[in-house]
């Protein structure tokens, strides 16, 4: 019975390491593919990247914007609550400012665009596996990681840190407007209050985390796509374990970058 | 010599031999034919000589270079000789029929973009769908697929071109169309084609010398006519398609009154 747990936990923590040195290589690979390949070889990443921009932008737009202006009205309702019993209400621009800015705003577009965008790459690209277009690419002599891979890493990390920038924006009107309604503040005063308090290292904050979000959601939702086996069956099973990865990779590195970020680690 | 040379190959997945011993060659210009039943190792022995698998034992040479042993980045050269028409066309969805023939013209060559709509539209007059350029793949039929995918087969002009089950979900006229495809590229380009399928009648019409695999072993090879003359139980019940004889259907290994005294 025991070694038959032991066995187990074995299997299950060389299964775990098997993944996460395929996804690093897949990591590295894309690297060389989006960054060192365009000089020394023939790609067609002007033909393919533009389009993917267009389309995961313009797929995430307004879910993003919802999201974003939703958050930014919670923000204000939930801290007001508290700022009003100390009489500070007027530094609830600062607080959702800050909060969208270094937190929710690269997190919250994340999440939106693991579900949107991350499970398209896994579900489109898995099919293209087990209908052998995969292979034929590699037959042709196209690597599959610079034809299909590296475009779309390029797209994300693009497309990603813009959303989250506009996702800030959108949170600070929608707070803007939530403040104006609930609690009587002056629209232009919350905005030149909000814009005092935002410091450049929050934005770069920010901004790093939405490039390794990207990062983290490209590699785990294309690493999913290339190993799925089984046919369509195989491709719903990665697609679910895609988002649930990435979702939990995209906190996991958002703690940790926090946590450097404040002097913890 | 032969361009491709089969030498004692040997592949398992697990504790099941997908292929024992396997040995043939093909000499230019001429088709080869590997016949079988589902599961009998066609589509694993296709896997290792077009590069995609490696074998556990055994060789295989293309045009005298051994593809089984060098690493995937070393394999581009030898890939460039042949071109493959998959089962299912494996065209890229999200392009033209027209776009996916460009795509390894335009990986491969430095040629301008004029020139690769002229050879686009060459290699699609040679399999008859000229008209279909700028179609998407989902906008055709199975064998307009199959014949759009052998036209990117051959678009880079290779020596050979493999053939995983051409005939596969096709009615009979668009099964000899394809047939007929097969024969004009060997005679009028100079092809050499290796062609899995399990269609009896096809086979007949395009195979130079055919390969019969059973469970993963060579139970016969030879001339159309050998084949058609042999006497061996197992190829006569393949070539007139019995239910009984040596080529068993039922896959348990058990006996059936186990199954049931096991429940």
Redesign the interface.
């Known amino acids: 019975m025991v070694r038959h747990w032991i066995a187990s936990v074995g299997r299950k923590a060389l299964l775990f390491l098997h993944h996460t040195g395929g996804m690093f290589d897949l990591f590295r690979q894309a690297l060389y593919w989006a960054f060192v390949a365009p000089f020394r070889q023939?790609t067609?990443y002007r033909r393919l990247v533009f389009p993917l921009i267009e389309a995961i932008g313009n797929k995430s737009f307004a879910i993003v914007s919802l999201v974003a202006f939703l958050i930014g009205v919670i923000l204000v309702l939930q801290t007001g609550y508290v700022l009003q019993k100390y009489g500070q209400i007027r530094q609830v621009s600062g607080l959702v400012a800050v909060s969208m800015a270094r937190e929710l705003g690269p997190l919250m577009t994340a999440i939106v665009i693991v579900a949107r965008v991350g499970a398209a790459f896994t579900a489109g690209l898995g099919t293209?596996k087990i209908?052998?277009?995969v292979?034929?690419?590699?037959?042709?002599?196209?690597n599959p990681v610079g034809y299909l891979v590296a475009p779309r890493f390029i797209a994300i990390l693009i497309i990603l840190p813009c959303l989250t920038v506009f996702a800030n924006v959108v949170g600070i009107g929608g707070g803007c407007l939530m403040a104006f309604t609930a609690y009587d503040l002056d629209p232009a005063g919350y905005i030149a209050s909000s814009v005092d308090f935002l410091l450049m290292e929050d934005l770069v904050s920010g901004m790093v985390k939405s490039v390794l979000f990207a990062t983290v959601i490209c590699i785990v939702s294309c690493y999913m796509a290339l190993t799925v086996e089984g046919g369509p069956e195989g491709v719903a099973r990665n697609t679910m374990l895609s988002v649930v990865t990435s979702l939990i990779l995209v906190i996991f590195v958002d703690s940790l970058v926090t946590a450097f970020q404040q002097n913890v680690l | 010599m032969a361009l491709i040379e089969v030498k004692n190959v040997r592949k398992t997945f697990g504790s099941h031999v997908a292929l024992e011993d396997v040995s043939f060659s093909v000499e230019k210009n001429r088709t080869l034919v590997i016949l079988g039943a589902s599961g009998g190792g066609k589509s694993t022995l296709l896997k290792i000589m077009?590069?995609?698998l490696r074998p556990d034992s055994g060789e295989v040479w293309i045009d005298g270079t051994e593809v089984t042993k060098p690493p995937e980045r070393e394999q581009?050269p030898v890939?460039?000789k042949f071109g493959?028409l998959?089962?299912?066309g494996?065209?890229?969805?999200s392009l033209s029929v027209g776009e996916n023939i460009a795509?390894?013209i335009?990986?491969?060559t430095?040629l301008p973009k004029e020139t690769i709509d002229i050879m686009v539209k060459v290699k699609l007059e040679q399999v008859g769908l000229r008209e279909a350029e700028g179609k998407l793949p989902s906008q055709l039929s199975g064998g307009m697929r199959k014949r759009a995918s052998l036209a990117?087969a051959i678009a880079l002009d290779p020596i050979i071109v493999f053939y995983d089950e051409p005939q596969s979900g096709l009615d009979p006229v668009a099964t000899s169309v394809i047939d007929e495809l097969i024969n004009d590229l060997k005679d009028k380009m100079g092809l050499t084609n290796v062609v899995i399928t399990h269609d009896i009648q096809s086979a007949f019409r395009i195979a130079d010398w055919i390969v019969l695999l059973d469970r993963g072993r060579v139970a016969a090879q030879g001339t159309v006519i050998d084949i058609v003359r042999n006497e061996d139980p197992l190829v006569r019940q393949f070539i007139t398609g019995s239910a009984t004889g040596p080529l068993e259907v039922r896959s348990s290994e058990h006996e059936y009154y186990e199954d049931l005294l096991n429940l």
């Open positions: 023939k067609e293209m209908s052998e277009e292979l034929a690419l590699r037959i042709m002599g196209i | 077009i590069t995609a581009e890939r460039r493959v998959f089962q299912d494996a065209l890229l969805n795509l390894p335009r990986y491969h430095k990117r």
